[in-house]
T-cell receptor, first 114, second 115 residues
Framework: AQSVTQPDIHITVSEGASLELRCNYS??????LFWYVQSPGQGLQLLLK??????LVQGIKGFEAEFKRSQSSFNLRKPSVHWSDAAEYFC????????????FGQGTELSVKP | SQTIHQWPATLVQPVGSPLSLECTVE??????LYWYRQAAGRGLQLLFY??????ISSEVPQNLSASRPQDRQFILSSKKLLLSDSGFYLC??????????????FGQGTRLTVV
């Protein structure tokens, strides 16, 4: 079955520390992978996407993610977290030419300590 | 630039009442349109998607229905709401061109509470 797993429901990091949010997927076809961020009560904003090519992708707000096919993973990273990064983060997988038909993970809530 | 509008932002409805949530997209034509639901503390689940006027695909059986009366308008409806319909509903659009990789763009959502 197709699925996305985000193993960490909640993560707390100190401001200025590095961050890695984990995402593992199970998908029968070539996956197209996305990370979205959601502030409380708001819609989702796309952070970055992977369709093909370089497996290390850069996104907005200083985020990056690395696609590792052998591990079925697409982990999100940021070298130095800012207090404004506190939000919920969703990993999602989709198929070619079906950009909005996505399977989402359960989300990881990020808290940032001063 | 393209924008997506959803309304209302919040809604409290009694059990058994009807529902109509509306979503419109501006600045693009022939988009693919989607309705997602986010239950409390959970991820998003795709409810419906549409590739054109009058074309609706349902992803999960439920008490809800969707319609697309115009190219850039997507409506989520129910004749009689259930308590289990409570949640955060998000509309999204993506490019409808074939052979093109696209991503989804989301609206701000509607918080529905059924009481």
């Amino acid at each position: 079955a197709q699925s996305v797993t985000q193993p960490d429901i909640h993560i707390t990091v100190s401001e200025g520390a590095s961050l890695e949010l984990r995402c593992n997927y199970s998908y029968g076809a070539t996956p197209y992978l996305f990370w979205y961020v959601q502030s409380p009560g708001q819609g989702l904003q796309l952070l970055l996407k992977y369709f093909s090519g370089d497996t290390l992708v850069q996104g907005i707000k200083g985020f990056e993610a690395e696609f590792k096919r052998s591990q079925s993973s697409f982990n999100l990273r940021k070298p130095s977290v800012h207090w404004s990064d506190a939000a919920e983060y969703f990993c999602a997988v989709g198929a070619y030419n079906q950009g909005g038909k996505l399977i989402f993970g359960q989300g990881t809530e990020l808290s940032v300590k001063p | 630039s393209q924008t997506i509008h959803q309304w209302p932002a919040t809604l409290v409805q009694p059990v058994g009442s009807p529902l109509s949530l509306e979503c419109t997209v501006e600045g693009t034509s022939n988009p693919n349109l989607y309705w997602y639901r986010q239950a409390a503390g959970r991820g998003l689940q795709l409810l419906f998607y549409s590739v054109g006027i009058g074309q609706i695909s349902s992803e999960v059986p439920q008490n809800l229905s969707a319609s697309r009366p115009q190219d850039r308008q997507f409506i989520l409806s129910s004749k009689k709401l259930l308590l289990s319909d409570s949640g955060f509903y998000l509309c999204a659009w993506s490019g409808g061109q074939t052979g093109v990789n696209t991503e989804a763009f989301f609206g701000q959502g509607t918080r529905l509470t059924v009481v």
